[in-house]
């Protein structure tokens, strides 16, 4: 299970799982590997603006020179600034603030400020409609943009990547199961096709405590980002995600809660944006710790559904599933746990899961009937409901690094997904188990 036999299983890669278990400070300076983090604003606003025939550029050439640090000198973050590639004449922005109370406070400072003062009429000339607004807050903790920690400066050169908004509409406003519906479902899947979600939103149903810019009201949004080196890396996205098992059955699911057609906008960034396609950073660490008692949830009985990539580090977008059955047990009072999975071709194999107390660290190995060889460990521990481990193994002769998530969903339902990586920094996804606890 919570394993993989890597490079041993090089010759098992292609079969289904039917026929084997074997696994596979906003200066304006650039540095010449731009680094990112993630966002930690509250509150944020996603604004679409129409503008007038063969003006926009105009537009973003007084944005980039005026609105960038002026704004920012309020308290407010600038994130985003982009060129929409299918509407000639929109001009989209993304700006955070801390929380409510402050949007309107710097909101107030900068447009009764002298810059905005001294350049509105140049702005609003550019204007046909600048109402079209979404107020929006992360939809989950850690949820906000992955940005440029450094801006380009003015006169950069245009970045020539996409970032690709995804609104969904609903018909009620974003509960708990729309939540689960992406993460378990929609994002994994955007994942394994090649691009995950840097950033995801839903609609901030507070007052507008700033009526002076009007925000849409009455609507329930979940918005998203993902990015790509080029729009033909995206076409590729599309073409992957299309091709999996399943994909009409959850487009099904997320239609049902729909009140309208999906949106999505593929925008260009303007020179100076913060948020863009950016080589992730390097997530691969030996360091993180957990507690002891990370996998209490997992003892007993489940039922486990899989999809598991047919071939790894091959642009495959062709998945096998299967079911299978686990069982798992806690001892040394917790220190080690160990589950048992039974695979329809009738071969098993068993997880162990050792914590080493003075390190704080659990270490994870795999064994199958296949092979009666222990893996290579991965070691980590949970953060709340989430656990990441990583170690490094062979995957058909290529050494890889190894990632294992484990995402707990409450007492009957958990996650766990492996992926490789050459460089610790893009990870493809290859194998999916969705647990759900057996009867009793």
Same mark, same amino acid.
């Given at each position: 299970?919570?394993?993989?036999?890597?490079?041993?299983?090089?010759?098992?890669?292609?079969?289904?799982?039917?026929?084997?278990?074997?696994?596979?400070?906003?200066?304006?300076?650039? *540095?010449? *590997?731009?680094? &990112?983090?993630?966002?930690?604003?509250?509150?944020?606003?996603? #604004?679409?603006?129409?503008?007038?025939?063969?003006?926009?550029?105009? =537009?973003?050439?007084?944005?980039? #020179?005026?609105?960038?640090?002026?704004?920012?000198?309020?308290?407010?973050?600038?994130?985003? *600034?982009?060129?929409?590639?299918?509407?000639?004449?929109?001009?989209?922005?993304?700006?955070?603030? %801390?929380? =409510?109370?402050?949007?309107?406070?710097?909101?107030?400072?900068?447009?009764?400020?002298?810059?905005?003062?001294?350049?509105?009429?140049?702005?609003?000339? &550019?204007?046909?409609?600048?109402?079209?607004?979404?107020?929006?807050?992360?939809?989950?903790?850690?949820?906000?943009?992955?940005?440029?920690?450094?801006?380009?400066?003015?006169?950069?050169?245009?970045?020539?990547?996409?970032?690709?908004?995804?609104?969904?509409?609903?018909?009620?406003?974003?509960?708990?199961?729309?939540?689960?519906?992406?993460?378990?479902?929609?994002?994994?899947?955007?994942?394994?096709?090649?691009?995950?979600?840097?950033?995801?939103?839903? /609609?901030?149903?507070?007052?507008?405590?700033?009526?002076?810019?009007?925000?849409?009201?009455?609507?329930?949004?979940?918005?998203?980002? *993902?990015?790509?080196?080029?729009?033909?890396?995206?076409?590729?996205? =599309?073409?992957?995600?299309?091709?999996?098992?399943?994909?009409?059955?959850?487009?099904?699911?997320?239609?049902?809660?729909?009140? %309208?057609?999906?949106?999505?906008?593929?925008?260009?960034?303007?020179?100076?944006?913060?948020?863009?396609?950016?080589?992730?950073?390097?997530?691969?660490?030996?360091?993180?710790?957990?507690?002891?008692?990370?996998?209490?949830? =997992?003892?007993?009985?489940? /039922?486990?559904?899989?999809?598991?990539?047919?071939?790894?580090?091959?642009?495959?977008?062709?998945?096998?599933?299967?079911?299978? /059955?686990?069982?798992?047990?806690?001892?040394?009072?917790?220190?080690?746990?160990?589950?048992?999975?039974?695979?329809?071709?009738?071969?098993?194999?068993? /997880?162990?899961?050792?914590?080493?107390?003075?390190?704080?660290?659990?270490?994870?190995?795999?064994? &199958?009937?296949?092979?009666?060889?222990?893996?290579?460990?991965?070691?980590?521990?949970?953060?709340?409901?989430?656990?990441?481990?990583?170690?490094?193994?062979?995957?058909?002769?290529?050494?890889?690094?190894?990632?294992?998530?484990?995402?707990?969903?409450?007492?009957?339902?958990? #996650?766990?997904?492996?992926?490789?990586?050459?460089?610790?920094?893009?990870?493809?996804?290859?194998?999916?188990?969705?647990? %759900?606890?057996?009867?009793?």
């Amino acid at each position: 299970m919570a394993g993989g036999d890597l490079g041993r299983a090089a010759s098992a890669a292609g079969r289904n799982l039917t026929q084997a278990v074997t696994p596979g400070a906003h200066a304006a300076r650039m *540095t010449s *590997t731009p680094t &990112t983090r993630r966002d930690d604003s509250a509150v944020l606003e996603l #604004r679409r603006y129409t503008l007038r025939p063969g003006r926009r550029d105009e =537009l973003i050439e007084l944005f980039e #020179r005026e609105f960038i640090e002026s704004q920012e000198a309020c308290g407010l973050r600038v994130l985003g *600034t982009f060129r929409d590639l299918d509407r000639a004449d929109h001009f989209v922005w993304l700006r955070g603030f %801390a929380d =409510l109370a402050e949007r309107a406070r710097q909101l107030d400072a900068f447009y009764g400020g002298p810059v905005w003062r001294a350049h509105r009429e140049a702005a609003n000339a &550019t204007m046909i409609d600048s109402d079209d607004v979404l107020l929006l807050r992360p939809a989950r903790p850690g949820g906000g943009a992955v940005a440029l920690d450094d801006r380009p400066p003015i006169g950069a050169a245009p970045h020539g990547s996409i970032v690709v908004a995804t609104t969904y509409l609903l018909a009620s406003p974003v509960d708990d199961a729309m939540r689960v519906l992406f993460e378990h479902e929609l994002a994994p899947r955007a994942r394994a096709a090649g691009a995950g979600p840097i950033a995801r939103f839903e /609609t901030e149903a507070a007052r507008n405590e700033f009526p002076r810019l009007p925000v849409r009201e009455g609507v329930h949004a979940f918005v998203w980002l *993902t990015s790509f080196t080029s729009v033909a890396d995206h076409e590729r996205y =599309l073409a992957a995600l299309r091709a999996q098992p399943g994909h009409a059955a959850v487009e099904a699911a997320l239609g049902r809660r729909l009140a %309208a057609d999906v949106h999505h906008a593929r925008l260009a960034p303007t020179a100076r944006s913060l948020l863009r396609h950016a080589d992730p950073p390097e997530t691969y660490t030996l360091a993180r710790t957990g507690d002891v008692r990370d996998f209490d949830f =997992l003892a007993g009985a489940w /039922t486990v559904r899989n999809r598991r990539l047919r071939a790894r580090g091959a642009r495959c977008v062709e998945w096998d599933e299967a079911v299978h /059955t686990c069982r798992a047990q806690l001892l040394l009072g917790g220190v080690v746990n160990v589950d048992e999975n039974h695979f329809p071709n009738r071969d098993a194999a068993l /997880t162990f899961r050792i914590f080493d107390v003075a390190k704080r660290q659990w270490s994870i190995y795999w064994i &199958t009937s296949t092979h009666g060889v222990l893996t290579p460990p991965v070691h980590g521990g949970f953060v709340g409901d989430h656990g990441e481990f990583y170690g490094e193994d062979e995957d058909a002769g290529r050494p890889v690094k190894v990632r294992f998530r484990w995402t707990r969903l409450g007492r009957d339902q958990a #996650r766990w997904e492996q992926s490789f990586s050459s460089d610790g920094r893009a990870w493809e996804l290859n194998w999916v188990m969705d647990f %759900a606890r057996a009867e009793a």
